[in-house]
């Protein structure tokens, strides 16, 4: 059964103090990686996907990087409008389009 | 990108009726689909919204409860039917468009 396991549930970092976000998936046939950020009471945010192992995207203080088991958010300097809830998702077939999302990251980041 | 746009954003319903949620999208988007976040949970697919013929359900969700039309390549409506609190969620829209895959903000209903 395909499955992504995101990690740590919830994280507090002081601004400024850099850190990485888990999502652990197992898929028959990886079709794309997905990141969104989600803010209270608003839809996902795009940020990234990546396809294929050794890939990494960056946007601004954050950088995703991929491999065959597992994704990595990294997240640099992070300020206080870095806090939300960090989605992963995987794409599991190329004709479906189907996203299957892992359970998110709460990040506070304080001042 | 795409911009997702939902109507309407939060209702609140009386059990048994049947609200129907709208979803425009400003540009065309090649598969629309409809998610459900309960409260405090990820999102779930519930169908895919397919142009000009019956949706494909996930298992768990079935045509009768989540009637689901798409009559062309910017808007799609999904209707949730003989409600019950259990449905309150919030229900989002969404758009796939090349590699990336956008969400409208989300409509928030409550089921009393």
């Known amino acids: 059964e395909d499955q992504v396991t995101q990690s740590p549930e919830a994280l507090r970092l002081q601004e400024g103090e850099s850190s990485s976000l888990n999502c652990s998936y197992t898929?028959?046939?990886?079709?794309?990686l997905f990141w969104y950020r989600q803010d209270p009471g608003k839809g996902p945010e795009f940020l990234f996907t990546l396809y294929s192992a050794g890939e990494e995207k960056e946007k601004e203080r954050l950088k995703a990087t991929l491999t065959k088991k597992e994704s990595f958010l990294h997240i640099t300097a992070p300020k206080p409008e870095d806090s939300a809830t960090y989605l992963c998702a995987v794409q599991a077939g190329w004709n479906t389009g189907k996203l299957i999302f892992g359970q998110g990251t709460t990040l506070q980041v304080k001042p | 990108s795409a911009v997702i746009s939902q109507k309407p954003s939060r209702d609140i319903c009386q059990r048994g009726t049947s609200l129907t949620i709208q979803c425009q999208v400003d540009?065309?988007?090649?598969?629309m689909f409809w998610y459900r976040q309960q409260p405090g949970q990820s999102l779930t697919l519930i169908a895919t919204?397919?142009?000009?013929?019956?949706?494909?359900?996930e298992s768990g969700f079935v045509i009768d409860k989540f009637p689901i039309s798409r009559p062309n390549l910017t808007f799609s409506t999904l209707t949730v039917s003989n409600m019950s609190p259990e449905d309150s969620s919030i229900y989002l829209c969404?758009?796939?468009?090349?590699?990336?895959?956008?969400f409208g903000p989300g409509t928030r209903l409550t089921v009393t």
């Open positions: 898929v028959s046939g990886l079709r794309g």
């Open positions: 919204a397919n142009q000009g013929s019956e949706a494909t359900y």
């Open positions: 540009s065309q988007v090649t598969m």
């Open positions: 969404s758009g796939k468009q090349a590699y990336e895959q956008y």
